[in-house]
């Protein structure tokens, strides 16, 4: 897949496996940015962790890539998870860049260096015209991360039942 063994200065890149799910459901323990996701709340930490999981096999499978499970390159933690998604916004196709850290990483600057790789990857392969991330308008750490890539706001809007900025950088 696209991002397999790319690095960061502290980070290697892989495809998630099934089994990552055991890990990510750290995700869903203490996190208070939960609520900034629009996921199924109804659902126990064990089956949100399966279903991210599997939506981003099928991601894979069905060529719309996927994030990636990031691990830190000195001690193999799986610390988080960055990548490209196809996503369809008010009827047009568009490339989103998403990221999201374990919360026990928070804070270290792991998001942000997944993130300009993953952004300079799609830049240097010619991915895209231009790249989104939504962000819940309350994710302060997410709007930071984005306006550290260069996004800027584009618009406001509702989507997955969120207030949400869809930050936008244009690729020239």
């Given amino acids: 897949m696209y991002l397999n063994h790319i690095e960061t200065k502290r980070l290697r890149f892989r495809k998630l496996k099934i089994s990552d799910a055991m890990t990510w459901v750290k995700f869903f323990e203490n ?67 998403g990221y999201h850290i374990l919360p026990e990483f928070w804070g270290q600057g792991f998001a942000t260096e997944a993130a300009i790789k993953v952004r300079d990857y799609a830049i240097e392969n010619m991915i895209c015209d231009s790249l989104i991330s939504v962000i819940d308008v309350r994710n302060t750490g997410s709007k930071k991360v984005a306006e550290k890539l260069g996004m800027k706001i584009d618009k406001e809007m509702q989507l997955f039942g969120l207030d949400v900025f869809i930050y936008r950088l244009t690729i020239d």
Wanted: with cysteine; glycine share 8%.
């Fill in 31 to 97: 996190n208070p940015n939960l609520e900034y996701l629009g996921l199924d709340m109804t659902l126990d930490k064990n089956a949100q962790s399966f279903d991210w999981i599997k939506r981003q096999l099928a991601r894979y499978k069905e060529n719309r890539f996927g994030h990636h499970a990031l691990l830190d390159k000195r001690s193999g933690n799986f610390i988080g998870q960055c990548g490209l998604l196809k996503q369809e916004i008010e009827g047009k196709a568009e490339i989103e860049l």
